[in-house]
Nanobody, 123 residues
C-alpha cells in the first residue's frame, strides 16, 4: 500500500489549503484519515472518514477542516479553511485507522502512513 500526499505549503492566517492523498494497493478501506505532527509534539488525529461516510474531527479543527474522498475512492482530501498558526505541522495521510469496528485517532491503530506534507501558517 502506498499513500502519497500533496498540497501542502505556506499560507497566511485565515487562508486555505487542500491536501490530497492518492492511495494505491490493497487495504481494508474501512477508515482513512489525516494526522499531523508539530515540532516536539506528538502525532495527533485531525480527521477521519469511515467507509459508511461517517466523519470524525479533532475539536481544534471542527468547522474549519473537511475530509472527503473522490468517487473512485482512490484519493482522500482534506480541505483546510480559516487556517491558524497553530495548524502548522507535518500532515500525514493514513489508511486503516480503526479498532473495534470504529475509526481511531490513535497512531498505533494506523495500518499505513504517507510520507507527509508540510503546512505552515504565518500570522
Amino acid at each position: 500500500v502506498q499513500l502519497v500526499e500533496s498540497g501542502g505549503g505556506s499560507v497566511q492566517a485565515g487562508g486555505s489549503l487542500r491536501l490530497s492523498c492518492v492511495v494505491t494497493g490493497s487495504y481494508s478501506r474501512y477508515c482513512m484519515g489525516w494526522f499531523r505532527q508539530a515540532p516536539e509534539k506528538s502525532r495527533e488525529g485531525v480527521a477521519a472518514l469511515g467507509v459508511d461516510g461517517t466523519t470524525m474531527y479533532a475539536d481544534s479543527v471542527k468547522g474549519r477542516f473537511t475530509i472527503s474522498q473522490d468517487n473512485a475512492e482512490s484519493t482522500l482530501y482534506l480541505q483546510m479553511d480559516n487556517l491558524k498558526p497553530e495548524d502548522t505541522a507535518m500532515y500525514y495521510c493514513a489508511a486503516d485507522l480503526y479498532t473495534s469496528g470504529a475509526c481511531s485517532f490513535q497512531p498505533h491503530h494506523v495500518g499505513y502512513w504517507g510520507q507527509g506534507t508540510q503546512v505552515t501558517v504565518s500570522s
